[in-house]
């Protein structure tokens, strides 16, 4: 009965919310909330809806929340109907305390739903993200624009009909609510076997667009298909025959029909020019001296770089405003540096800097000038805070390239942000679903998270993506490591190839399985022959074999040693990061300019390069695509 008869007046403010159940109706709005917003976000991609809705949801709850809290404090849904809380608390107050049992019901109700729209989330991720894996959630408005053939007198130029395709896939992905597939995943299936709806499936796509070019010097000829993917119908077809200085117009021609059938509009601000790598004259000689520059930089041997270097200078003195040849130009620069010593790799830095630089002063908005910058900032100064920072922005300004996507989840996990790299990345494998070191990178953050067993499926997935690729059953083998399993991983270092490789993981497997003198012999092997070159993995090893004393005398030694990985690997090492509460790691990594695990980094070091750069050690993907 105190609670009827004490005046109002003398209550605390908290009391009377508990005895109005304003608790109790925010905890149900914030729920409500919450699940209708896990909702959204994982039925948007299937209605086509922009990835932005779901955060526009949840600014409108924040805003409608006080209305709410008023709302609750004054009136109540009674099975009587909406009552006058007053009324409810003076004249009926067994109505009063059902209504709080009736709250307490929709309570228990809200965060189930919202608990269960979680663990659907996060199970879609381990089943979904597989090749094959992906079909009940492909949205309408998704494409794939496979490699177009190039044909006629032309066909050895395969770098201008790649050129041509990597440009509608940029184009198209700056189309708010259109799905567009890496450039990676794309052309693994050119001149594919492989069904139209086998193509799709693999992708998550619903459509796909193919074609041919031939590119004769004063004329080009595009045959641009747009195909269902589920039945391989044909939804439009066009030929297009104009003289090569109308090929820009012609790029938007196809961009444009495209995104008419699917439906799709412009993101908010952008234009299907301005994350492009045409030159801003419109010369198409120095767009096609771009894209040679651009397809000898892929193989990233010093002669194929030397190469992409001549041609983006030759795109540039065409053209000297041409911002994307000098963000082409820092890259392969500074690609060169990491495989060049001493004096000429200084030179080469140098000019990847001042390549860089002015990227960004023509271009202040571009994507790639950006990205170019992080590059440098990382393999030239070992500045991975001011990396970050531009890999942001990059992203920023081109929100859907899955390039920026995945660079920007591996220049997180060097600062050690191993949480928000994940999450990148896994944005990354579904921009991008066949990019096979983005599940090698997902693979080993979790692992640094201690989440093995997720680690262990996705090593999983990317063998099964690439069965001969060296680094997939590498990244396996580390995790089967992790969890003390070492006979699969001896099993197949006796067929590895590569001499350091084999010795290294047969010596990890050995210490692992316990087998003490095994694993004395081969590592006092692998020390004499390969310690002094590869002073990091050197170090691991005695990570493995839990002596910390030697492993930080050899990581000392990494940290002066340009190119050796240290610093891109120290914060998301699993084998390091058992050791993370040392005061020798919290030194290593002030050392090496990188941010102190558990302290905040300074503001004065947050940009300031490494005085020993781990330089020539590239965190990121230097294909331009």
């Keep these: 009965m105190a609670d009827r008869t004490e005046p109002p007046g003398k209550r605390s403010l908290l009391a009377e919310l508990h005895r109005r159940h304003v608790w109790r109706a925010s905890v149900v709005y914030i729920g409500a909330v919450w699940a209708i917003s896990q909702g959204i976000s994982q039925l948007a991609p299937t209605f086509g809806l922009p990835a932005t809705i779901t955060r526009w949801f949840v600014v409108a709850g924040a805003i409608g929340f006080p209305f709410w809290i008023a709302f609750a404090w004054y009136y109540k849904l009674t099975p009587a109907g909406l009552r006058r809380e007053s009324d409810v608390i003076e004249h009926d107050p067994d109505l009063h305390r059902a209504t709080g049992r009736r709250l307490d019901f929709w309570i228990i109700g809200v965060l189930s739903v919202a608990v269960v729209l979680l663990l659907t989330n996060q199970l879609a991720w381990h089943l979904g993200t597989a090749p094959g894996d992906i079909t009940a959630s492909i949205s309408e408005q998704s494409i794939a624009v496979l490699p177009l053939v190039s044909e006629g007198a032309t066909k050895e130029q395969k770098y201008f009909s790649d050129g041509i395709s990597e440009g509608l896939i940029t184009a198209l992905s700056q189309f708010a609510g259109l799905k567009v597939i890496g450039r990676t995943s794309s052309f693994q299936f050119r001149d594919s076997k492989d069904s139209s709806k086998q193509i799709g499936q693999q992708l998550g796509v619903a459509h796909l667009l193919e074609g041919s070019v031939q590119y004769s010097g004063d004329k080009v000829r595009i045959n641009a298909n747009l195909i269902d993917a589920n039945d391989g119908s044909v939804v439009w077809s066009r030929h297009y025959e104009r003289p090569s200085t109308d090929l820009f117009a012609l790029q938007d021609a196809i961009t444009t029909a495209v995104a008419a059938a699917l439906k799709s509009k412009l993101l908010h601000g952008h234009t299907v020019e ?306 993370v509460h040392d005061p020798r790691f919290a030194a290593l990594c002030s050392k090496l300019g990188l941010p102190v695990p558990g302290k905040p980094a300074p503001a004065a070091a947050a940009s300031a390069p490494s005085s020993l750069a781990d330089a020539g050690a590239l965190p990121f993907e230097l294909v331009q695509g």
């Design 274 to 579: 301005s994350q492009s790598d045409r030159p801003p004259g419109g010369n198409v000689a120095a767009y096609t001296a771009l894209l040679q520059g651009k397809a000898n930089a892929a193989s990233l041997s010093t002669d194929g770089l030397r190469k992409a270097i001549d041609f983006y200078h030759q795109a540039i003195a065409i053209d000297p405003n041409y911002a994307y040849a000098y963000a082409g130009l820092a890259f392969a620069q500074v690609s060169l540096g990491s495989q060049l010593i001493g004096a000429a790799q200084s030179e080469a830095y140098g000019k990847a800097r001042a390549a860089a630089d002015k990227a960004l002063a023509l271009a202040p908005d571009l994507g790639m000038a950006h990205q170019a910058h992080a590059a440098v900032l990382s393999g030239a100064d070992g500045d991975a805070m001011g990396a970050l920072a531009e890999l942001r922005r990059g992203l920023e300004l081109n929100p859907h390239y899955a390039g920026a996507i995945a660079n920007l989840g591996a220049g997180l996990a060097i600062v050690g942000q191993l949480d928000q790299a994940v999450a990148m990345e896994r944005r990354a494998i579904a921009a991008d679903p066949l990019r096979l070191v983005v599940y090698v990178n997902l693979s080993n953050n979790l692992a640094a998270l201690g989440r093995l067993d997720d680690a262990a499926r996705v090593a999983q997935k990317a063998v099964s993506l690439q069965p001969g690729s060296l680094m997939a059953h590498a990244q396996l083998a580390n995790i089967q490591l992790l969890q003390g399993n070492a006979a699969p991983v001896l099993a197949w270092a006796a067929t590895v190839q590569d001499p350091t490789t084999r010795l290294w993981f047969q010596t990890a497997g050995w210490i692992v399985a316990g087998d003490q003198a095994h694993a004395d012999s081969a590592l006092k092997e692998f020390v004499g022959k390969y310690g002094n070159d590869q002073l990091y993995i050197t170090a691991q090893l005695y990570a493995l074999k839990q002596q910390p004393d030697t492993m930080f005398a050899w990581l000392g030694r990494a940290a002066a040693q340009p190119g050796s990985g240290l610093v891109q690997g120290l914060l998301s090492d699993p084998l390091l990061l058992r050791y």
